[in-house]
């Protein structure tokens, strides 16, 4: 069992930053895939970014050289730094855990936080 819980979210105007923390409680952080997720109303839940157990990333391209994931084994923890924000990054952002080979949706899931890019 993994328990994880996000923080970081919340109010910012176009162009700025937040950087988002998950931090994992409960198994050998480690070995798990980590990935940040997010949904806006009305739209499906999309893939933002992950990262590997070796520290390999992936990107959404609406993302990519904006923000960066990141991970620290020694905390257990996986951020995502969001440079750069549009109104279109709006949404609840959810970090996941899952063991490799294991889709997303058989994995375990924060809370999530809210991120709300407006003037």
């Known amino acids: 069992q993994v328990q994880l819980v996000e923080s970081g979210g919340g109010l910012v105007q176009p162009g700025g930053s937040l950087r988002l923390s998950c931090a994992a409680s409960g198994s050998i952080f480690s070995f798990y895939v980590m990935g940040w997720y997010r949904q806006a109303p009305g739209n499906q839940r999309e893939l933002v970014a992950g990262?590997?157990?070796?520290?390999?990333?992936n990107y959404a391209d609406s993302v990519k050289g904006r923000f960066t994931i990141s991970r620290d084994n020694a905390k257990s923890t996986v951020y995502l730094q969001m440079n750069r924000l549009k109104p279109e990054d709006t949404a609840v952002y959810y970090c996941n855990a899952r063991g490799f080979g294991v889709p997303p949706s058989e994995g375990y899931w924060g809370q999530g936080t809210q991120v709300t890019v407006s003037s």
């Open positions: 990262i590997s157990s070796s520290g390999s990333t």
